[in-house]
């Protein structure tokens, strides 16, 4: 069987064409969004996903899935030793979504809580530490979003610091400084409304560090 050289040019013009929308398929713009808090104290290094360098906000090429290792570089910014530092990584919905309507939030952590941990080793004012998703627990994630009724491939996440434990048990919590409770250290209050039984908690100071919960969408997003 011989071809011309037409119908060669035009094989070659169908595997140029398809090629692009093939690699498109398995390769989509992916963005990393961040909610930021006027007085963190912890600053973001460096984001990375499958090993490539992320910039907040601009959008990047990656395959499905890509969010499954995702590393998240922060740099102790404070002037107090940090014992442990949490990190919503949330999946948001549309715009167009309900704020009704919940989103999968996963946290990712570095440290533990001084009441648990008393030896560890510190993170120093001007040292970096990373958090990172792990990939054993895609599984739970997508049955997460699949649960909560996300498409198939998700191309958008948000970062939100949530809390940092310091070295001498209080708490960075949203803009606000917690103490530990003299009954429970693990537990945070804010010493102005304890007195009146108003306890507060940083928002995910209880949560199992392999948490994978629901919440309703928060009007920053």
């Not at 360098?53 to 990656?62: D, H, L, N, T």
């Not at 969010?67 to 107090?80: A, E």
């Not at 919905?93 to 440290?111: E, N, T, Y």
Request: aromatic share 6%.
């Amino acid at each position: 069987m011989s071809f011309s050289n037409a119908t060669m040019r035009f094989l070659a013009s169908v595997i140029l064409t398809l090629g692009p929308i093939l690699a498109d398929a398995q390769s989509r713009q992916r963005v990393v969004e961040k909610i930021s808090w006027q007085t963190e104290p912890v600053r973001i290094e460096q984001i990375t996903a499958n090993g490539s360098v992320i910039e907040v906000g601009q959008k990047f090429q990656q395959e499905q899935d890509w969010f499954s290792d995702l590393t998240v570089s922060v740099k102790n910014i404070s002037n107090k030793a940090i014992a442990r530092i949490e990190i919503n990584v949330s999946f948001p919905r549309d715009a167009s979504a309900s704020d009704d309507v919940p989103r999968l939030v996963i946290p990712i952590l570095h440290g533990a809580d001084p009441a648990d941990a008393k030896d560890q080793l510190p993170l120093l004012p001007g040292e970096t530490a990373e958090l990172h998703m792990l990939k054993a627990n895609l599984p739970i994630i997508k049955q997460g979003l699949s649960t909560l009724g996300y498409p198939d491939d998700v191309s958008r996440v948000s970062l939100m610091l949530n809390t940092v434990t310091f070295v001498d048990g209080s708490m960075w919590a949203g803009d606000e400084i917690l103490y530990p409770d003299p009954k429970n250290p693990k537990d945070k209050v804010n010493p102005r409304t304890h007195d009146r039984g108003d306890e507060q908690t940083g928002d995910l100071a209880k949560r199992a560090p392999s948490s994978c919960f629901a919440e309703r969408q928060s009007a920053a997003d």
